[in-house]
């Protein structure tokens, strides 16, 4: 069953604590993203990798930080210094990290911090 | 400023009706216009991928248009069926050269289709 998984669906956390989201992709593809989405915004690119072993900064990376140790997995940790971390996080990726490479995603973590 | 505007912001139709939703852009330099339907509580999935030289790109019920004079696109739907309620999104490509590129999202049209 080919595709993204994001892990898990619904995520709550005290405020003051580090959480990790999970996305494993089995579609072989070399880029992998992370977005935010808000009531009424459009998505927002938080960071993106490229290739294994590197990865770059988007429009909101403070708050958060990412690993990029196998092809397959771009995990997500949303930091106790995101001042506002309550939000829908998609991950993506594409084939290559390209203008006219289509994004993928996953259905997405919602997170709650209280 | 790079900016993507979406209307209406909502939309509420019944069942077999048409409706169209529109893309107003300010971007440059563009690369090229995409249509994401998006399921409540799900990710985004790709309709189209118009460029700068394609006017019309149909893919079943969903025809997507596109004038770059204007700077404006539109997604039309056929014959709307309940599936079809969902969030459309509108996302402009500013590609820079080499791999310099930023993907502009607009905030996108919730639709609402009832029986």
């Known amino acids: 069953d080919g595709g993204i998984t994001q892990s898990p669906k619904y995520l709550f956390r005290k405020e003051g604590q580090n959480v990790t989201l999970s996305c494993e992709q089995n579609?072989?593809?070399?880029?992998m993203y992370w977005y935010r989405q808000d009531p009424g915004q459009g998505l927002r690119l938080i960071y993106y990798?490229?290739?294994?072993?590197?990865?770059q900064k988007g429009d909101i990376a403070e708050g958060y930080s990412v690993s990029r140790e196998k092809k397959e997995s771009f995990p997500l940790t949303v930091t106790s210094a995101q001042k506002n971390p309550t939000a829908f996080y998609l991950c993506?990726?594409?084939?290559?990290?390209?203008?006219?490479?289509?994004?993928?995603f996953g259905n997405g973590t919602r997170l709650t911090v209280t | 400023k790079n900016q993507v505007e979406q209307s209406p912001q909502s939309l509420i139709i019944l069942e077999g009706k048409n409706c169209t939703l529109q893309c107003n852009y300010t971007v440059s330099p563009f690369s090229n216009l995409r249509w994401y339907k998006q399921d409540t509580g799900r990710g985004p999935v790709s309709l189209t991928i118009?460029?700068?030289s394609e006017n019309t790109k149909s893919n079943g019920r969903y025809t997507a248009t596109l004038d770059a004079d204007t700077k404006q696109s539109s997604l039309h739907i056929t014959a709307s069926q309940l599936s079809d309620s969902a969030s459309y999104i509108c996302v402009v490509t500013v590609y820079e050269g080499d791999s310099n590129y930023q993907l502009i999202w607009g905030a996108g049209t919730k639709l609402i289709i009832k029986p």
């Open positions: 579609l072989n593809h070399d880029a």
């Open positions: 990798s490229q290739i294994v072993n590197d990865f």
């Open positions: 118009m460029t700068f």
């Open positions: 993506a990726t594409s084939w290559k990290s390209s203008y006219n490479s289509p994004l993928h």
